[in-house]
């Protein structure tokens, strides 16, 4: 006969069992934690340390390179023989013509005159390259640097627009008379060029007005004569012709001032010292 409290023995052998696996299992933790952290150190100290990185040094700013300072132009000759133009400022081509033809004498005893076709003005200077007035001009309603073949021989209603050019180049001025029996200056006879008052034209032309306003960009308009104040031309251009003759130098549109004269500066030592083989050489 069993007794009241005493446990059953199937409750017994249970918690028995219970306890066991509690205890082995316990000892089982025992022995692996210790055993994987051994590892994990071992393995880390096998392991080299990697490389370590840091942020890239930036390169210290460098100083701006100064520029190297330019040699200043050399002064032209002491001797050199310049035109001059007072207190009058003219375009650099017709500044470096004057200076050629005074230097190289291409005028040789006559007066100059320029005529600036870009700036629409006439210079008119002496045989020493000193200037005696300028003025505004009306030139050919096309801009070129060529005279068309024939142009010469054509009524002035005939001609295209395209032959409306005052024709670029060195030319010698003659005094002489038109078809209207009007006195003139002629730049080239052969092609009908002249330089003369500034006529009336076509109504829709407005002539004077052109020439008296203040720009130049309206003063492309006649058939290829150059239209002059009455007063520059009597009082200025016509008497040094007769007096002295003049070479007349009609600077281009398209091309430049050196192919057309082959003229050079010759305020440049550089440009000097090239033609120096040239202006050496004895006449053949």
């Known amino acids: 006969m069993k007794r009241?409290?005493?446990?059953?023995?199937?409750?017994?052998?249970?918690?028995?069992?219970?306890?066991?696996?509690?205890?082995?299992?316990?000892?089982?933790?025992?022995?692996?934690?210790?055993?994987?952290?051994?590892?994990?150190?071992?393995?880390?100290?096998?392991?080299?340390?990697?490389?370590?990185?840091?942020?890239?040094?930036?390169?210290?700013?460098?100083?701006?390179?100064?520029a190297a300072p330019q040699a200043p132009a050399a002064p032209p000759s002491p001797g050199l023989r310049l035109a001059d133009f007072g207190k009058t400022t003219p375009s650099p081509d017709v500044k470096l013509i004057a200076n050629w033809a005074l230097h190289t004498r291409d005028n040789g005893a006559r007066s100059m005159v320029i005529i600036d076709k870009k700036m629409a003005r006439v210079y008119v200077?002496?045989?020493?390259?000193?200037?005696?007035?300028?003025?505004?001009?009306?030139?050919?309603?096309?801009?070129?640097?060529?005279?068309?073949?024939?142009?010469?021989?054509?009524?002035?209603?005939?001609?295209?627009?395209?032959?409306?050019?005052t024709p670029a180049g060195r030319f010698v001025a003659e005094m002489g008379m038109n078809a209207h029996h009007q006195d003139v200056v002629w730049v080239s006879y052969d092609l009908a060029v002249s330089m003369h008052r500034v006529i009336k034209g076509l109504p829709n032309e407005h002539r004077a007005a052109r020439l008296a306003s203040p720009t130049h960009t309206d003063n492309r308009i006649s058939n290829g004569c150059v239209n002059l104040p009455k007063p520059f031309y009597e009082k200025v251009l016509a008497p040094t012709v007769k007096s002295t003759g003049a070479i007349i130098y009609v600077l281009p549109d398209k091309k430049s001032v050196e192919e057309v004269f082959k003229a050079y500066d010759v305020t440049s030592p550089l440009q000097m010292a090239q033609r120096a083989p040239e202006t050496a050489r004895a006449p053949g």
């Open 4 to 66: 009241r409290n005493e446990p059953a023995p199937e409750r017994s052998e249970f918690l028995d069992a219970l306890r066991k696996g509690l205890l082995l299992g316990a000892g089982i933790l025992v022995l692996v934690v210790p055993l994987r952290m051994v590892q994990q150190r071992h393995a880390q100290q096998a392991t080299p340390p990697g490389p370590v990185v840091t942020a890239p040094k930036q390169a210290p700013a460098q100083p701006p390179v100064a």
């Open 125 to 165: 200077l002496d045989p020493q390259g000193r200037l005696k007035a300028s003025s505004p001009a009306l030139l050919g309603e096309w801009v070129g640097d060529e005279s068309t073949p024939g142009v010469g021989d054509k009524p002035l209603s005939q001609l295209k627009k395209w032959e409306k050019t």
